[in-house]
């Protein structure tokens, strides 16, 4: 099918910048940057770009990227190399290692994804866009002075300040199986920005191993911050119609309370079942519900990628999330394009919803009385925003 037809008085950018796929953390890495060529490729196949705004977009300035980071690790980034690095004494200091290796075009792989979230911010900062999408960001595990989680600089963030220089509250929901323990330690101690990741959470045993349920931001109840971290620590196996009912209860209470004026989604795909790294039971229509919630929310809304380690399904999912932003998943065939250029990727079924949890891959861990037992707690922390 060609031609998806735009909505009137409605505008989806889509920032992308087809360097950022040619990139490689190194053979057997899980993260594989040419999981965006796959879908952008479907993103055309199926004629949705004559429905968004496309924009080519730049690396993130120097001075862009130290309203977050510092001076020290920045220019760390730039110099270190795979030729180099052994001669580089704080090498530890900054967290490099098997998660985070250096590969060729380090610098310019992160200031190219990072570019690409400042321009969406940037975007919705001048209303130019009601959705603003790049699937190459979403790194949300970067700190201010070191790399995490197959993250170095932390675009989350960086977008996030931009936001605020217009609006007077963000909201940041995270549903990556990973916790979004970055952009939480940035916004810590504010008011301005509320954080709400949805994570698989094990101390022990499951990267980065924060986000209790009982982690809701600073203890002094004088700090700003307090009450604006919100965690949903979920165990193995959770299933689509329990993690959809789970998010909507607890997504419209806190815009209820905490009345954002602008939304961060962060997409990450490896909370689908099947995935490389994840541990969930998610099928692509459940994910996009999640995503179509907070768009009904008539917000606008940055959209971001980020973890998602099975590339076929990453780039699906993506291709699905892009048509629910654009409002036309309805028109999609869930037969792929017979013109799609890689789709033996897709192969055997085709389709854009393979059942992803049909042989139950992870045991669903979490009882009903669990999950009510985070609603309820979720509802609890909102309560002190009220007062
Ligand atoms: N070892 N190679 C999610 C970030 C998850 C920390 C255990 C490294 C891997 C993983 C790397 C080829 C997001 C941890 C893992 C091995 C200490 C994690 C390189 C396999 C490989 O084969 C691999 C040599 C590598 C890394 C697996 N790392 C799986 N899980 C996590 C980080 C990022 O999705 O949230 C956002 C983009 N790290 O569990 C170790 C504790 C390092
Ligand atoms: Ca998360
Ligand atoms: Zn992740």
Redesign the pocket.
């Known amino acids: 099918k060609n031609g998806i037809v735009r909505p009137k008085g409605y505008t989806v950018s889509f920032h992308a910048n087809s360097s950022v796929e040619k990139f490689h953390?190194?053979?057997?890495?899980?993260?594989k940057p040419w999981r965006l060529t796959l879908t952008k490729q479907l993103v055309m196949a199926y004629g949705m770009h004559t429905a968004m705004d496309l924009y080519l977009t730049r690396a993130a300035t120097r001075e862009e990227m130290a309203e977050f980071h510092t001076e020290d690790y920045l220019d760390f980034l730039k110099r270190v190399t795979p030729n180099n690095m052994l001669l580089e004494p704080r090498l530890a200091q900054y967290n490099i290692?098997?998660?985070c290796?250096i590969f060729d075009g380090l610098y310019d792989y992160a200031s190219l994804y990072t570019g690409a979230s400042l321009d969406a911010a940037r975007k919705l900062c001048n209303e130019q866009s009601q959705v603003a999408i790049n699937w190459s960001g979403?790194?949300?595990?970067a700190k201010k002075t070191e790399a995490s989680?197959?993250?170095y600089t932390n675009d989350i963030v960086l977008a996030i300040l931009q936001l605020l220089r217009y609006h007077p509250r963000v909201l940041y929901i995270d549903i990556?199986?990973?916790h979004g323990d970055g952009v939480e330690q940035a916004f810590w101690s504010t008011d301005r920005v509320m954080t709400l990741s949805f994570h698989k959470y094990d101390k022990d045993n499951?990267?980065?191993g924060t986000g209790p349920l009982s982690s809701t931001g600073p203890e002094n109840p004088l700090n700003p911050g307090a009450h604006h971290a919100l965690n949903v620590p979920l165990h193995d196996g959770i299933e689509d119609e329990d993690y959809v009912w789970l998010f909507k209860q607890i997504v419209e209470p806190c815009v209820g309370a905490y009345q954002p004026s602008v939304i961060v989604l962060q997409c990450?795909a490896?909370s689908l079942g099947c995935d490389r790294?994840g541990c969930f039971n998610l099928n692509i229509r459940a994910h996009g519900r999640c995503v179509d919630f907070v768009k009904r929310l008539n917000l606008p809304i940055l959209v971001f990628g980020?973890?998602?380690?099975t590339p076929r399904n990453v780039a699906r999912l993506w291709a699905y999330e892009t048509s629910i932003c654009i409002g036309c998943s309805e028109q999609l065939d869930e037969k792929l394009p017979a013109h799609t250029p890689a789709l033996a990727h897709f192969a055997p079924d085709n389709t854009l919803f393979p059942p992803l949890s049909e042989h139950g891959r992870f045991e669903n861990k979490n009882s009903r009385q669990y999950l009510w037992s985070l609603v309820e707690g979720i509802h609890k922390q909102l309560a002190y925003l009220e007062s």
């Open positions: 953390f190194g053979q057997s890495h899980p993260m290692g098997d998660d290796p979403g790194l949300h595990h989680g197959f993250c990556d199986v990973h499951f990267f980065p990450g490896d790294l980020g973890g998602g380690y």
